[in-house]
């Protein structure tokens, strides 16, 4: 997938050699198709004719079959949609799924050999009965039928007797310079098709309202269409007084049928719609360029009135505005259709778009805008939606941004149509949520190169990144290039390679040629890797003769920098720093200047905004002002962001505890970041709490994230009546690195590493417990739907006032879904070996704390403090039971089998198949150890009730002679186990190992 390029002439020449070289195949196709409605199939009679154009010649031809894809859990769409939680291809009713058909290919008119492609049932092969040379024609004909499957699936269905009909045929794949794209359908990847001609006749009860792609050339249609639409227009204002939104019950389907035809030439596909309950609005929108006019239609339910009565204002504009910065709409008419697409809030198709649904009329306008827009990104530039999906989703929203921005300057409704103005996000527009949510992603670390295949993206990255960071950063370019070249730019790609198939070096070669820049920084960097954007002011100095400002480039592209000049909060000046440089000098006109920023917009992506801006006046001049913010919020680019929130807390020395939260964790994250959160103990009488402060680097190396941070907490650890003294309490400082390994492939393996020291100083009771020691681990993580891996190697060493120890531990732990229904029920398997390797005893009567228990570590032995406790030192009650499940992970409460020398373990979990409920459980757990003198071992075994990984109950039904002895006479309820997991804190601030 990666391309190099050598810039200049080489590339230019090259691209010029390439366009006189480029070809593509051509399908015209003629299909009579008619819908059953009572069993919600279509027989249909296709036969198109396939043009080889491509300098080789054929042997065979690659169809797709994608109603297939729904045929059952093992298509790449069943898998898909398995892995992503959704299971009704895997286990869902038979009705619900689809299938294609009755199949019979005749090349020419004779019958030939085909099959099904080993791997996927949607796709097949056509061995043709003589060679199609190069320049030769064919035409392949075949019946078909297709089962219709439930709406809620993917893109094509019914959902009851609406119907989605759409990937509905068979279809060549693509053959290009690079070969056949043969691609099974699926939910995260679109298409990559074919340019030719469609002429399709549709048979369909009279009543059905239709909506499809081309030009209607049935009269009595368009005068049926025509009618309803003036219907609608008197309709409307009843529809919208239709308060209790009844769903509109289907009508009965007429006995008369009607058959109706369309027509279309340089497209790559056909879709219909067809809904007896239909309403329509139509209108027409003149061209800026070529002031032709374009019929536009819209079709909806009724009760969808309220935001569809300005759908035709929406189609119009943005058919307008698109044509306006690309190229004019080359075909007569456009629709957009309302319907229940779940492959996302809608679906495009050439000169139709599907639209789901909406909450809102501004969401409405965003969605049927994007899809519109698809007709120029997609629809007229047929790139590769499947591999360079950025082509069309990216550039898109880049166009569906500007159009917001264009139409509504100045207006932030987006964001409260989103967030409905909750919490402090209520200053972002439309661009600016793309930034955070693309921001946040990158520095979580979790991002991939922009050029990644659709099926390998994970699902926050197919929109953060595939949408959002490509709007992003071709925004920077037009900011950069100005409006007018970029325009221009855009504008030579349309022209050059409408009703073709641009790969992305025919942007590129265009775009360059166009503007004369050299913008590798663009497509190699930021299209290709996940390098991120970081400019610095590093000096700036005003005098008589203008102002000199320093710029650093400290992040890993070296792109062009915008540069701005205020006075009064006016911007007096803008310059651009060239793209390749690391430290420029720029020399600005404007004197007397008291604010100096880079990118005052906010249209550069860059990763961290805080490092942007200079002023004349203050104390501390690269210092931003504080703004104090309830909770959360944004992190603004020239202001220090502080939240704060009361508290409160609890635990059994400390008792009550109240105070205050301050942080500065605003979306998206700055690299430094802190929390503190002081509370006044009832039990201590004075200050309890926990402080934690981290830096992030996003290296970019082998490593994804890097974080240093340092983490203290001190809390009272016993109930001594002593307050006020700080004895009884202890305070602990833990300084930490966190590394997180790349993983842009979406390998299901990734790896993490934790090193952390401890510094504990407590005071209690005469018992020498302070120490110093650190960790470090290393964790590695596979994650299928069905499989999860966990695999940890630790070593921890200590040298306290009471013990001086070193411990190496493996835990490994296995879940996989056993029960592979709609139940989802898992069998965990854990085994755990861990060896004291150094124990030198300074104080005998103080060792718990640094020895392994069978059943997991309690408060004492959390040397790391890694677990909240509601009371870290109680070795009796309900609260000592509060462990975790490490060390032998047995479910017991028993302090049998507390060792210092070393201990292994094999522990098993069985979530029970009772439908529903999944909290329940039976477990065993097997120990062995080594107690300075003997070898023992012991058995548990139970029932259990386990609610997520925070809470669980475990009643024993068995246990090994010893281990029951251990209990004594004591009560059954005493042997009940609890666990509580309460690191919530801990795992928001930190990556988590192995979690
Ligand atoms: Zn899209």
Known sequence: MKHFYIFALLAALSNTAFAQNYWQQEVNYTIKVKLNDKHHTLSAFEEFEYINNSPNSLDSIYIHLWPNAY???????????????????????????????????????????????????????????????????????????????????????????????????PKPAVYDKNGWHPIPYLNQGEFYSEFGSFDVTITLPENYVVGATGDLQTVTEMEFLTALAEKTSKEIPSMLTNTKKETTAFPTSSSVYKTIRYTQDRVHDFAWFADKRYAALKGEVTLPVSKRKVTSWALFVPQNAANWQHAIEYINDGTYYYSLWNGDYPYNSVTAVDGTISAGGGMEYPTITVIGNTSSKEELEVVIVHEVGH???????????????WMDEGMNTLNEVRYVQTKYPNNTRMSDMVLNGRFHFDDLDHHDLNDISFRMTAILGADQPIETPSEVFTSTNYGTVMYMKTGLVFTYLKDYLGDELFDKSMQAYFEEWKFKHPQPEDMRATLERVSGKDLSWLFTDLIQTTKYIDYKIARVK????????????????????????????????????????????????????????????????????????????????????????????????????????????????????????????????????????????????????????????????????????????????DSSSTIRKNEGAYLAISPYWQAKFKNERNSPISHNFLA????????????????????????????????????????????????????????????????????????????????????????????????MSLSGNDGAQDLFFENYYFGRGTVDGLWSQQRDENMGGFKSTSYYGTTSNWMGAGNLYVQLPIPKLSIFGVFADFGTFYNGTSVNSAINAGAAIRISSVFGMYFPIWMSKELDASYGNSKYGEKIRLTLKLNLVNKGLKLGIGE
């Not at 939680?85 to 019979?104: H, P, Q, R, T, V």
């Not at 949607?122 to 089962?147: A, H, M, N, W």
């Not at 891996?789 to 411990?807: C, F, P, Q, W, Y």
């Not at 005893?841 to 718990?848: A, E, G, L, P, Q």
């Open 756 to 851: 952390q020291g401890i510094l504990r100083y407590t005071n209690y009771g005469g018992l020498k417990s302070d120490y110093v020691g650190g960790f470090a681990g290393y964790s590695v993580d596979y994650k299928k739907p069905d499989h999860v891996v966990n695999l940890k190697i630790r070593t921890d060493i200590i040298s306290g006032k009471a013990v001086e120890m070193g411990r190496v531990t493996i835990e490994s732990i296995y879940r996989f879904r056993y029960l592979k229904n709609s139940m989802k029920r898992w069998i965990e398997l854990r085994a755990f070996i861990g060896n004291n390797y150094y124990f030198k005893v300074k104080d005998n009567s103080n060792t718990y704390a640094y020895s």
């Open 71 to 169: 045929r059952n859990g093992k298509t790449a769409l069943g898998k898909q949609k398995y892995t992503s939680g959704e299971m009704e291809l895997a286990f869902g009713e038979e009705k619900n799924k689809g299938g294609i058909d009755s199949l019979d290919f005749r090349v020419n008119g004779k019958t030939v050999k085909w099959t099904y492609d080993k791997k996927h049932i949607d796709i097949c092969v056509l061995y043709l009965p003589e060679t199609l040379q190069s320049g030769g024609r064919i035409s392949v004909s075949t019946p078909f039928k297709v089962k219709i499957p439930s709406g809620e699936i993917s893109r094509l269905g019914h959902i009851d007797q609406s119907y989605q009909i759409t990937q509905w045929y």
């Open 375 to 389: 007709n120029w990104f997609y629809g007229i530039l047929g790139s590769n939606e499947r591999t360079h999906g």
């Open 542 to 717: 005003t005098g008589a003769s203008g102002t000199s400002v320093t710029v650093k480039n400290v992040g890993q592209v070296a792109g062009p920098i915008e540069i701005n000049a205020l006075k009064d909060s006016v911007i007096v000046e803008t310059v651009w720093v060239e793209p390749g440089t690391q430290k420029t000098r720029v020399q600005l006109k404007s004197t007397a200047v008291d604010e100096v920023r880079i990118d005052v917009s906010k249209e550069i992506p860059e990763l961290y905004r805080n490092n942007n801006s200079w002023k004349s006046t203050g104390l501390f001049k690269k210092v931003e002002p504080l703004k104090l913010e309830f909770l959360i919020g944004d992190n603004e680019a020239n202001r220090s962001n502080i939240f704060w929130t009361p508290i409160v807390a609890g635990n059994v020395y400390d008792k009550f505890m109240v105070g205050a939260a301050v942080h500065n964790m605003g979306i998206p994250f700055n690299k430094f970041q802190y929390l503190v959160a002081p509370m006044y103990s009832f039990g201590r009488q004075m200050v309890s709490g926990i402080g934690e402060f981290s830096y992030t680097f996003s290296p970019q190396n082998i490593l994804k994230v890097s974080r240093f941070g340092l983490s203290v907490k001190s809390f009272k650890v």
